[in-house]
């Protein structure tokens, strides 16, 4: 999955892709390469997707865990309720209040300058 960036353009238009294309300035046409371009902000959120992806698979695991010890302990209705309850903590709460960090992290680096190949 690409990570999604914004090239402003010096005629003040925008250019939208992923890190890593050739992005084309609809305003003016100026051309911009983004691959191997080194930003605080693209190693942010390279970080933030392979930790995002770590607490998701980790979050599976503890929802399993917690579906499958109540259902040993109480049957059915502890399987529905440790269900229930691990995967509201973990994906309602636990997983965006670390995405908003994650995102906070990002937002906080430093924009990075390119200049037109074209
Ligand atoms: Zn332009």
Same mark, same amino acid.
């Given at each position: 999955m690409g990570i999604p960036i914004v090239v402003r353009c010096e005629c003040g238009s925008e250019a939208r892709g992923n890190a890593g294309d050739e992005l084309t300035c609809p305003g003016c046409g100026r051309t911009y390469e983004? =691959? *191997? &371009? *080194?930003?605080?902000?693209l190693r942010a959120a390279a970080n933030a997707a392979v930790r995002h992806k770590i607490m998701t698979r980790l979050g599976i695991g503890v929802v399993g865990l917690g579906t499958i010890l109540p259902f040993f302990w109480l049957g059915y209705a502890g399987f529905f309720v440790g269900f229930a309850v691990t995967a509201v903590c973990w994906f309602g709460v636990l997983l965006p209040r670390f995405k908003r960090r994650s995102i906070a992290r990002i937002t906080a680096g430093d924009t990075t300058r390119i200049? =037109? &190949?074209?």
């Open positions: 983004t =691959a *191997g &371009v *080194g930003s605080e902000q200049d =037109a &190949v074209r």
